[in-house]
C-alpha cells in the first residue's frame, strides 16, 4: 500500500498550490480520504474530508471557502486545491486514506507560505 503526496513548495502570500495524493495497493473507491496538516509545535490537523460514498466534502474551519479537496477514483488521487494562501498555512500536509479500522498514511509534503 502506498500514499504518494506531491505538489508542496513554496508561495507567498495570497498563492496557490495544488497537492495530489495518489494511492495504490489499495481499493481506492472504497475509502474515504482525507488531508491533516502539522505544524512544527502543533498538533495534527484535519484540513478536508472526501467520503467514499457520495463523495461529500468538509473542511476545517480555518481552510473554508480557500481550499478544495475533490477525487478521482479512476486515477486514485485525491487533490487538495490551496487558494488564498496564508503564512498560517505552512505546515506538512499529510494525505489519509481510512475504511473502518484500516487506516493508510503518505509520507507528506512541504508547503511553506512566505514572502
Known amino acids: 500500500v502506498q500514499l504518494v503526496e506531491s505538489g508542496g513548495g513554496l508561495v507567498q502570500p495570497g498563492g496557490s498550490l495544488r497537492l495530489s495524493c495518489a494511492g495504490s495497493?489499495?481499493?481506492?473507491?472504497?475509502?474515504?480520504m482525507r488531508w491533516y496538516r502539522q505544524a512544527p509545535g502543533k498538533e495534527r490537523e484535519l484540513v478536508a474530508v472526501?467520503?467514499?460514498?457520495?463523495?461529500?466534502?468538509n473542511y476545517g474551519d480555518s481552510v473554508k471557502g480557500r481550499f478544495t479537496i475533490s477525487r478521482d477514483n479512476a486515477k486514485s488521487t485525491v487533490y487538495l486545491q490551496m487558494n488564498s494562501l496564508k503564512p498560517e498555512d505552512t505546515a506538512v500536509y499529510y494525505c489519509?486514506?481510512?475504511?473502518?479500522?484500516?487506516?493508510?498514511w503518505g509520507q507528506g509534503t512541504q508547503v511553506t507560505v512566505s514572502s
Open positions: 495497493g489499495f481499493t481506492f473507491s472504497s475509502y474515504t
Open positions: 472526501v467520503f467514499n460514498v457520495g463523495g461529500s466534502t
Open positions: 489519509n486514506a481510512i475504511r473502518r479500522s484500516v487506516n493508510y
